[in-house]
């Protein structure tokens, strides 16, 4: 089963705006992933949040992770056609294998961004 | 380029047929993950090594599928007698785990069509 839900499910925005998803998930985690995968490639790692932290930036993107209410939002800032792509949340387990847990990341099921030029 | 590679990037394969795939992951990482991604979905979790041992298996891996790394380095998935269900992207990742980080880094994928 999927444990990260991204919202919304497809997004399209004029270049220069700004792009907002969100994501939520169930369980306890240790870190939080934002991955980017265009159509019918594979997916590159973009920004990965602790969950001991709170915001995170890199470059034009801005994480926050909201630990209490099982949420993340990722913000693309000053949007590009080439920023066209899905976007995905992975989620891994506090607890890894040893422990009982998992070593697994979780997926939603992705946002759909489409940045018009 | 993540630096993950994997053969074939493309299958296409008739009902009942084993297929094989290869990933090569970046050379110092230990862990080696697969998970297989169908349309409109977010990929799914398979299986992963720590080196050569394959430490966790998921319950989507029936057993007609096997995965093996056999020096840690290198790894393979085979499906055996392929059925139409099997169609979708596989894809591995590799990570070095260290301080509680688990960054993985995705291969391309190999896409597998049953027919």
């Known amino acids: 089963s999927q444990q990260g839900e991204e919202d919304p499910q497809a997004l399209s925005i004029q270049e220069g705006e700004n792009a907002t998803m969100n994501c939520s998930y169930k369980t306890s985690i240790n870190n939080l992933q934002w991955y980017r995968q265009n159509s019918g490639r594979g997916l590159v790692h973009l920004i990965l949040i602790r969950s001991n932290e709170r915001e995170k930036h890199s470059g034009r993107l801005r994480v926050t992770l909201d630990t209490s209410k099982k949420s993340s939002s990722l913000l693309i800032t000053a949007s590009r056609a080439a920023d066209t792509a899905s976007y995905f949340c992975a989620t891994d387990a506090v607890l890894g294998v040893a422990q009982g847990g998992s070593e697994k990341l979780v997926f939603g099921k992705g946002t759909k961004l489409t940045v018009n030029p | ?115």
Not at chain 2, 24 to 30: A, F, L, R
Not at chain 2, 61 to 74: I, T, V
């Open chain 2, 1 to 115: 380029d993540t630096g993950v590679s994997q053969n074939p990037r493309h299958k296409i394969t008739k009902r009942g047929q084993n297929v094989t795939f290869r990933c090569d992951p970046i050379s110092e990482h230990n862990r080696l993950y697969w998970y297989r991604q169908t349309l409109g979905q977010g990929p799914e979790f398979l299986t992963y090594f720590q080196n050569e041992a394959q430490l966790e298996k998921s319950r989507l891996l029936s057993d007609r599928f096997s995965a093996e790394r056999p020096k840690g380095s290198f790894s393979t998935l085979e499906i055996q007698r392929t059925e139409q269900g099997d169609s979708a992207m596989y894809l591995c990742a590799s990570s070095l785990v260290a301080g509680g980080y688990n960054e993985q880094f995705f291969g391309p994928g190999t896409r597998l069509t049953v027919l």
